[in-house]
């Protein structure tokens, strides 16, 4: 009579990738949400882009002398190439400043989020095709899905820490 063999190389092995957990259906409907939220943002923030002149990105913070000789807070937004080819800054309300820096922040996200979904999509054929080279399918999509979300994070991560000192600046 033989003993079963407890050793890790005959116990079934899981999906190799965790995206491999979700049902195929379900996966590709989520990347597609994904991808058509971060297109209808891109979208949205083109038009509000133009519509302004600029975003609050390119544009600053200044403190101008008031009516009663104490300096008040203006927002300026500038728009590269949209008005002219240096660029024009317009004063707008605080509101639209923050709204517009802060959409400007979340650009970077969706755009890593619509890339993520498309490599997920696209993984299976990458895999298959990627098979003999110098470098397998797996490995290049999971370099270069780690190379998107750290351009991602420190993209994201400047863009809000120059906010929150353009914000909290005296």
Do not use: K
């Not at 079934?12 to 989520?30: E, T």
């Not at 008031?66 to 309300?93: K, M, N, P």
């Amino acid at each position: 009579m033989r003993a079963e063999s407890t050793s890790p190389i005959d116990l079934p092995a899981g999906p190799p990738c965790p995206v491999d957990r979700m049902p195929r259906r379900q996966r590709n409907r989520i990347c597609i949400w994904v991808m058509t939220v971060g297109a209808a943002n891109f979208l949205l923030y083109t038009i509000i882009y133009a519509g302004l002149g600029g975003d609050a990105r390119n544009g600053s913070r200044r403190f101008m002398p008031a009516e009663d000789g104490s300096t008040r807070a203006a927002y300026f937004l500038r728009g590269h190439h949209i008005r002219s080819l240096s660029g024009e800054e317009r004063q707008v309300s605080r509101a639209v400043w923050v709204y517009s820096y802060a959409h400007s922040i979340t650009l970077p996200i969706t755009a890593s989020a619509m890339i993520i979904s498309m490599l997920v999509l696209a993984r299976p054929h990458i895999i298959a095709t990627m098979r003999d080279g110098y470098i397998n399918g797996q490995t290049f999509v999971t370099m270069f899905g780690t190379i998107v979300v750290v351009v991602t994070l420190i993209a994201t991560t400047l863009f809000a820490w120059d906010f929150v000192a353009q914000l909290s600046a005296p």
